[in-house]
């Protein structure tokens, strides 16, 4: 996805490198969370160890999803579903909020 796509892309997306390092986010992404360096700082401490697993998945040709408590920008936490494809070792990481659904 082109850097200037995400400024009107309609979910929070990150595009991240297999260390989960955060290379590029949506406008969305940056009016919903404080982005950081790397994507594990934004998740919710709990759901830590299964999301470094689904971020080091990158071996599987077909997308992940998986249910993430992320840390909003308010400093609350709210369960976000997350999708995860890989192109060779950058992941296109896309994260809509539950209760949008």
């Not at 080091?56 to 920008?73: D, V, W, Y």
């Not at 999708?83 to 950058?90: A, K, P, V």
Request: proline share 4%; charged share 15%.
């Amino acid at each position: 996805m082109k850097d200037n796509m995400l400024e009107f892309f309609p979910f929070s997306y990150f595009r991240i490198n297999s260390k989960g390092s955060i290379l590029a986010s949506s406008k969305q992404a940056h009016s919903i969370f404080n982005i950081p360096l790397a994507l594990l700082n934004i998740v919710h401490i709990n759901d830590q160890p299964k999301a470094l697993e689904f971020l080091t998945s990158f071996a599987h040709n077909e997308p992940l999803t998986i249910n993430l408590r992320l840390k909003m920008i308010d400093s609350s936490s709210t369960d976000f579903i997350c999708t995860i494809n890989w192109e060779q070792s950058i992941g296109h990481l896309v994260c809509i909020e539950k209760n949008l659904l």
